[in-house]
Nanobody, 119 residues
């Protein structure tokens, strides 16, 4: 079974920066696209950014120019650099990955990490 473990959340003032990281671990797996989603209280979980194994990226309009997603295929990690943070970025952020393991495709999720932007 493949596990995704996030780190790097916390409390930051508006205009500040945070970097989230996610590491995948397990036996005999391949990772295709990876991404970050977020869910604010009372709202649905929305895509923030995604990146393919080839490095093609996609961002939600609300974070373009402020957030940068990157990945290290050799280390099975994905990161999200968040700059110029706004209070509306406050949410639980989840790492996501499309996986191939034990002969089947699946989608993996991390446990979530809280990001709070507040003065």
């Amino acid at each position: 079974q493949v596990q995704l473990v996030e780190s790097g959340g916390g409390l930051v003032q508006p205009g500040g920066s945070l970097r989230l990281s996610c590491a995948a671990s397990g036996r005999r797996f391949s990772i295709y696209a990876m991404g970050w989603y977020r869910q604010a209280p009372g709202k649905q979980r929305d895509l923030v950014a995604s990146i393919t194994s080839g490095g093609n990226t996609h961002y939600a309009d609300s974070v373009k120019g402020r957030f940068t997603i990157s990945r290290d295929n050799a280390a099975n990690t994905v990161s999200l650099q968040m700059n110029s943070l706004k209070p509306e970025d406050t949410a639980v952020y989840y790492c996501n990955a499309d996986l191939f393991s034990s002969g089947s495709l699946s989608t993996g999720w991390g446990q979530g990490t809280q990001v709070t932007v507040s003065s």
